[in-house]
């Protein structure tokens, strides 16, 4: 028999553990709703910072991995349980985990964490993972209480002085931490070399791949933000056609339109590249001459969207050159009524174009 099994004779675990499951069985309803109130409350503090997340999720502790938790021996003396008092010495009765896309967005939800709650502790386990030479990606985790303020408040009065442990990791620490429970080696010692390697491997192309993702996010903002400024400063030539340019161009050229969604963007975008712009000095030569509100009267009695005047005024400066090159072309309706338009605004006295992006002049 071994050192451990002697232990558990001396001490009776088990009443131990069915002791604490019985107290937590009664009160275990009071940290569902705690994990609860800590979602919500991080949840509207994301939708009122504008943070994407990838998700949240909130649970009380399982009953049966509760009772395993409170009947484990102490590391220091086996004789005695690690959990004197179960009830108060176990910490992540109540569980709220933040997955998000990308590294730094870890940094701002640290600070909502300490705007929110009083911070009891905070540990990176990715650093605690390093010095006990095990194999793992980690994430980092708090101890948090409800702030004075909050807790004086009628809604939250009864989580006042609860403990709660908040986890905020990637998605990619996430992906491993969901198959870490089938990884059978963990300290670096028992595993033999060549899986040690392959593991070592993999947790470097992980840390790799979570850095390419911020860097590509920060290029991209980066991106967008020259793009900005571009537009604004009318220097057209130097910006790409992107969603983000053509929301830009497009609200200071005509006016921005709340109703416009990002997918509608993202078409129009798509549309202009199958027209052959390649920037947005081409598009600005084709409908310069064409006022969008004048076109949208001819056509309708009420003012269109901004994307839709957009297109009576590529129509008017590119003729049947738009509806020959656009993602339509062969649909005989979309025809039949931008020949019509066409119609109209020559009955108008609008001059019809028939311009041609270089692109696709160069093809022809």
């Known amino acids: 028999m071994s050192e451990l099994d002697d232990a558990k004779e001396d001490f009776d675990f088990e009443n131990h553990r069915l002791q604490a499951i019985e107290k937590y069985q ?69 569980g709220v985990r933040v997955i998000v896309f990308f590294q730094n967005t870890l940094d701002i939800v640290d600070r909502i964490i300490r705007e929110q709650f009083d911070i009891i502790e905070k540990s990176d386990k990715t650093q605690d993972l390093l010095k006990e030479e095990k194999f793992g990606y980690g994430s980092i985790h708090y101890l948090v209480r409800l702030n004075n303020s909050r807790a004086k408040l009628l809604e939250y009065n009864k989580f006042a002085g609860l403990i709660a442990e908040i986890q905020i990791r990637t998605i990619l620490q996430h992906s491993w931490a969901e198959i870490e429970h089938d990884i059978q080696y963990k300290a670096i010692e028992t595993i033999p070399s060549t899986i040690r390697r392959r593991f070592l491997s993999l947790a470097g192309l992980l840390e790799i791949a979570d850095r390419e993702f911020q860097a590509i996010q920060d290029e991209d903002e980066k991106l967008r933000n020259e793009a900005r400024i571009s537009v604004t400063e009318g220097k057209l030539d130097k910006v790409e056609i992107t969603p983000d340019a053509l929301k830009t161009y497009l609200d200071k050229k005509m006016g921005p339109d709340g109703r416009m969604k990002e997918f509608s963007y993202q078409w129009t975008a798509k549309l202009l590249l199958r027209l052959g712009f390649t920037d947005f000095q081409e598009i600005d030569e084709c409908i310069s001459n064409y006022d969008d509100n004048k076109l949208n009267g001819i056509l309708w009695a009420t003012r269109q969207g901004q994307l839709s005047r957009f297109e009576y005024i590529l129509l008017a400066g590119m003729g049947d050159n738009f509806i020959k090159y656009h993602i339509w072309e062969n649909q005989e309706w979309f025809v039949k009524r931008n020949r019509e338009y066409i119609e109209q605004f020559k009955g108008a006295g609008i001059l019809v174009g028939s311009y041609l992006p270089s692109s696709r002049r160069s093809a022809e």
């Open 26 to 94: 009664r009160v275990r309803p009071m940290y569902e709703n705690y994990s609860n109130a800590i979602r919500n409350v991080l949840k509207e503090a994301f939708i009122t910072k504008s943070i994407k997340i990838h998700s949240i999720e909130a649970r009380a502790k399982e009953i049966d991995s509760f009772g395993d938790k409170a009947s484990t021996p102490s590391p220091d003396d086996p004789h005695k349980p690690h959990y004197q008092n179960p009830l108060s010495d176990i910490t992540d009765l109540t």
